[in-house]
């Protein structure tokens, strides 16, 4: 059965950066095109960026773009989100799932982890 366990979130100063990671095991990781979400307290959770099997970022979210970086090491079997110049507004849980390419539903996910971002 097919497991992602993130890790990497934290509380850090504005301006300050993070980078969270998104273990897989269990499953083809190289097969799966990668996402990442966040989701405020009151608010939706919302797309953060997405990349391809092969390593290409896309649907980056513009509250983001330039300051966040979306990889992946297949041969691991990890994603990985570095943020940097972190905005109080960054602060969410942030989620990676995970999506057969060419489906739409992501079939698994990491258990979420807490990113803080006050001065």
């Known amino acids: 059965q097919g497991l992602f366990v993130e890790s990497g979130g934290g509380s850090v100063q504005p301006g300050g950066s993070l980078r969270l990671s998104c273990k897989a095991s269990?499953?083809?990781?190289?097969?799966?095109?990668l996402s990442w979400y966040r989701q405020a307290p009151g608010k939706e959770r919302e797309v953060v960026a997405r990349?391809?099997?092969?390593?290409?970022?896309?649907n980056i979210a513009d509250f983001v773009k330039g300051r966040f970086t979306v990889s992946r090491d297949n041969r691991e079997k990890v994603g990985f989100l570095q943020m940097d110049s972190l905005k109080p507004e960054d602060t969410a849980v942030y989620y990676c799932?995970?999506?057969?390419?060419?489906?739409?539903?992501?079939?698994?996910w990491g258990q979420g982890t807490q990113v803080t971002v006050s001065s």
């Open positions: 269990g499953f083809s990781f190289g097969d799966f095109v």
């Open positions: 990349i391809t099997t092969l390593g290409s970022a896309f």
């Open positions: 799932g995970a999506r057969l390419f060419g489906t739409d539903v992501d079939e698994y």
